[in-house]
């Protein structure tokens, strides 16, 4: 793979990070989560630096590690959060850097691993209904920039599956 780099982009629960370290398990590269970067970078957790800061300057954090992280020469594979596509040039920077793939799972299942999850703070407090509403209307408001990935992923898939799509 050399120096190539692929890109997860996708809702919360479509699979980035889960997939993201198969993948780079498969392709014996490094595995980068951009969520835990800023948070290595900030010293507080996401919720923390929404709490503390407020969303604007959590998404400039986000670009800085977004590019810190696509500026690396090595080949890796990289799973941004949920928003990281939608802001500023991010999802240009990501297309320019690497392969972009939007992982598209259906509603559903976005649904039952955001139900499983303990580490969602956008759905705490939720029901069911309410974490199906704010998943439908994240989805509007995101498909737009996801859907400018090179590949779009509709289902659930293995490592090795997404390795031969992509022809690495």
Known sequence: M????????????????????AVAEVLQLSFFDLDQEIEASAG?????????????????MEKAALEKVLSLPEGLILATGGGAPCF?????????????????PSLEVLLSRIEEAENRPMFLGLDQDEKLAKLESLLK???????????VIENTISAVQLTEILGC
């Open 141 to 151: 408001k995101r498909l737009l920039f996801y859907q400018k990935a090179q590949f």
């Open 88 to 104: 500023y040039n991010n999802m240009e920077l990501i297309n320019s850097a690497g392969t972009s793939v939007f992982l598209n």
């Open 44 to 60: 507080l957790s996401i919720p923390e630096i929404f709490h503390h800061h407020g969303e604007g300057y959590f998404r400039e």
């Open 2 to 21: 050399g120096n190539d780099k692929i890109i997860l982009v996708g809702m919360p629960g479509s699979g980035k990070s889960t997939l993201g370290k």
